[in-house]
């Protein structure tokens, strides 16, 4: 005799449809923010690290999904296996924070790599200077250090670019 777990709830074929969409949408917004020169948004750089190489290789993309909160640790741990210093840093939220700014910053090995503050109501902030060095094997993190006090925003994906 086969026994069975829980039943899911069915999603329906248009719940389905929008959450599609939804993750193409926000693929293409990535798209068009990395592909366009690189511009300051708010201030100084933020997220974590990618592929190895030389600059102008490679980027790492770090997401945290959900609704914000303060974090010292958001993401995933990285370390990258040689020496990169970051072209540019694209931040983008969800759902934009409301009653503040959110801001994040990043560290590998307990120096600030960078930092970006995206003001109330935006989703989008990108960062083409100012940016430190990553130093080879050590560990990156990407903390957000401040939120919206009526919402704090959600979904934060962090590309870093080199």
């Not at 899911?8 to 949408?25: C, G, K």
Request: charged letters at 10%; glycine letters at 12%.
């Amino acid at each position: 005799m086969r026994t069975t777990g829980p039943k899911l709830p069915a999603i329906a074929a248009t719940d389905l449809q929008t959450v599609v969409a939804a993750v193409n949408d926000r693929l293409r917004r990535i798209e068009t923010l990395t592909t366009a020169p690189a511009a300051a948004a708010t201030s100084g750089g933020a997220s974590a690290a990618a592929a190895a190489g030389t600059s102008g290789t490679g980027q790492l993309i770090l997401y945290k999904p959900g609704i914000l909160g303060i974090q010292s640790s958001a993401t995933p741990l990285v370390s990258l296996p040689a020496d990169q210093t970051p072209t540019a840093l694209v931040v983008m939220l969800g759902r934009a924070p409301v009653g503040g700014p959110l801001t994040v910053a990043v560290t590998a090995g307990g120096s600030a790599v960078g930092g970006v503050t995206l003001p109330e109501g935006a989703t989008t902030g990108t960062v083409g200077a100012g940016l430190s060095k990553i130093p080879a094997n050590s560990i990156v993190v990407v903390a957000i250090t401040e939120v919206g006090l009526t919402f704090p925003g959600a979904d934060l994906t962090v590309m870093v670019r080199f």
